[in-house]
């Protein structure tokens, strides 16, 4: 890893993603700079902490960063893109959405988008940086919210529990009720709803 912590510039950026694998909703990036004067205990991977916790650390984080700001590609950027594509897209657009410009991009996974400052890139970074544990906080209750919210829109599909992932609760659902503007159409399984109905 070329990222050095000793020799770290002030504005340090982690960048997280929450929702490449569901198969509705938008793909959810954010993008933290901590504070290193205020620092957060229990920053952790978004997806080992409980949903109780994960919603009080978003509110201490935004609290206590210098700067935050959530990136997202809509189901239909999904699919004229790739998902991965889609996800760099957003990753861009919450570093791009910074009130303060950072000096470096510390990235969780072996991708990275392109971007005005230098990038490293971290496999499981949302375990080992707390920039990106608290990116990867922030994504998901951004996300998470949402996806409940749609639950109001769309009654029946179950978003409320399950995000959006390919659950078989989702997936049954997607046969009996058909497909919503808010599923993403280049997935195998909504490829398949949408047949089916036709037919």
């Avoid at 050095?4 to 694998?21: L, Q, T």
């Avoid at 109780?52 to 997202?72: F, T, Y």
């Avoid at 639950?151 to 989702?170: L, N, R, S, V």
Wanted: hydrophobic fraction near 40%; include cysteine; charge should be positive.
């Amino acid at each position: 890893m070329s990222f050095n912590k000793e020799d770290s510039p002030s504005y340090i950026a982690g960048v997280d993603e929450v929702g490449r694998g569901p198969l509705a909703g938008p793909v959810v990036t954010a993008a933290v700079i901590l504070d290193p004067r205020r620092p957060i205990m229990g920053l952790a991977d978004s997806k080992k902490l409980t949903e109780k916790r994960r919603e009080s650390l978003a509110v201490i984080i935004k609290q206590h960063a210098l700067s935050w700001a959530i990136g997202r590609a809509e189901p239909e950027e999904i699919d004229q893109l790739n998902i991965l594509q889609a996800t760099l897209l957003a990753m861009k657009r919450a570093v791009e959405g910074l009130g303060v410009l950072p000096t470096h991009a510390l990235i969780d996974g072996n991708q990275a988008p392109n971007l005005m400052c230098p990038v490293t890139t971290i496999i499981k970074g949302d375990q080992t940086e707390p920039a990106i544990s608290a990116a990867s906080i922030i994504a998901k209750v951004s996300r998470d919210k949402e996806m409940i919210l749609m639950e109001e829109y769309f009654p029946g599909y179950g978003f409320a529990q399950h995000k959006g992932y390919p659950t078989k609760m989702h997936q049954d659902a997607l046969m009996k009720l058909g497909v919503t503007v808010i599923h993403r159409r280049s997935f195998k399984p909504v490829k398949q709803a949408i047949h089916a109905h036709k037919s």
